[in-house]
DNA sequence: AAATTAATTGAACATACATTCAATCTATAA
DNA sequence: TTATAGATTGAATGTATGTTCAATTAATTT
């Protein structure tokens, strides 16, 4: 008997509008004041359904990289295809995911990690299974023969390296066109690695 | 007359203290007070030579950017030879520079620059006179002939996308041997992209 | 209707923060 | 020696912080 338990769902609403604050006014500037104001309720129901600040930094850490997550849903399926292959490459260089969630949140708490273990540790398995994913892709069109890819894990470690890098530079670059043009050498250098002719799968690639 | 101004050693002085502070408790936890307290002076004497601790924070930037900039010493002599291009490649690919400034706060201040247009202009700065000293270095051994690089500046900016992308991913790697071998491999693919057979360097590359 | 469980509020807490201002101390030049 | 400019202190300010606790309100079951 007694009321029903809204943790779960007040939980999320509390971490959405967390992340919304934190977006616009950056994480060391969002305080559990600020976030009760936004929804207009008292600060102390925050403090009731997440402990300690830590537990709700945590809990908008888990949030982020679900999100983070989520933009590559690489396929799992039996059915792999070459497109299949094709369109995460073109996924992971384009800016798509911008809508899902703040590149400046994702690095803040990414330096972060460098002093809290467990952050380093949400991270890296993130990071991992996104590698995992890509490889396992690559595995399966091998099997199909649709690519030839002679060390699929390799390969997709050196993708994200390149997916990575470049958009460590890139989200400093505030010129359009020289944004774009770099991006699409990168995806090039991509395919290159899969053995891909970018030029063969044009159809399917929006032109830069 | 009067006295002897101390402004630029005591700023210096203070900024040290703050790089070491944050470097220990990070950034958003270490505030004037306690920097002054480390330095066994009055708060308020942080705040006569910095006006505000946004200035403070710039300072600590260019101290951290000035050190970032510092440890590739990318020669800029006329008399390049291929060793030097090699030492700077082994220079990239080593980690030398965490004795000189703290991985951790150059993420925390990256994060930064995608609120602050101030430190993103200070970040792509550095981040292009790095790229760009490599390029010319690049671009006077293959007037020796020491290389044929066809389009040095598009080079050296893969060299640096390889350096940023594995430096991402390995940060949060705990494992010293996965570290070591994955560096090693990038920094192959960084020669491959230089047309030198690393190989024929083995001389002066230490064993992985 | 009564009992129970959870949601929510509101007041209060100690603490830490950046910054201010006036006062004092100290080195240097005239 | 005296005037002066800068170094340094110390007290004070107002504000914001995370967290606590008791009190109240609202939903659900028996």
């Known amino acids: 008997m007694g009321r029903k338990s809204l943790k779960g769902a007040r939980q999320l609403e509390i971490i959405k509008i967390f992340y919304k604050v934190a977006k616009k006014e950056g994480y060391e500037n969002t305080s559990i004041a600020k976030i009760a104001k936004v929804m207009d309720i008292n600060p102390s129901l925050i403090i009731h359904y997440f402990e300690t600040k830590e537990d709700l930094t945590y809990g908008l850490i888990d949030y982020i990289l679900e999100r983070y ?10 059915g792999v295809t070459l497109s299949d292959l094709q369109k995460t490459i073109e996924m992971l260089f384009s800016k798509k995911w911008n809508l899902l969630f703040d590149d400046g949140l994702f ?3 990414y330096a972060l990690a460098f002093r809290e273990k467990k952050i380093k540790e949400k991270y890296k398995s993130i990071l991992d299974s996104l590698r ?4 396992s892709m690559i595995e399966r069109c091998n099997e199909k023969e649709f690519t030839k890819v002679e060390d699929p894990k390799t390969a997709a470690d050196l993708i994200f390296v390149l997916v990575d890098g470049a ?3 890139l989200s400093l670059e505030s010129d359009k066109k020289a944004y774009a043009e770099r991006l699409h050498y990168y995806k090039n250098k991509a395919y290159q690695i899969l053995g891909i002719d970018p030029l063969l799968l044009a159809d399917l690639i929006p032109a830069p």
């Open 167 to 169: 958009y460590f530079y």
């Open 132 to 135: 995992f994913a890509l490889a």
């Open 107 to 109: 690095y803040t708490f």
């Open 69 to 78: 997550l989520l933009i590559y849903t690489i396929k799992d399926k039996e």
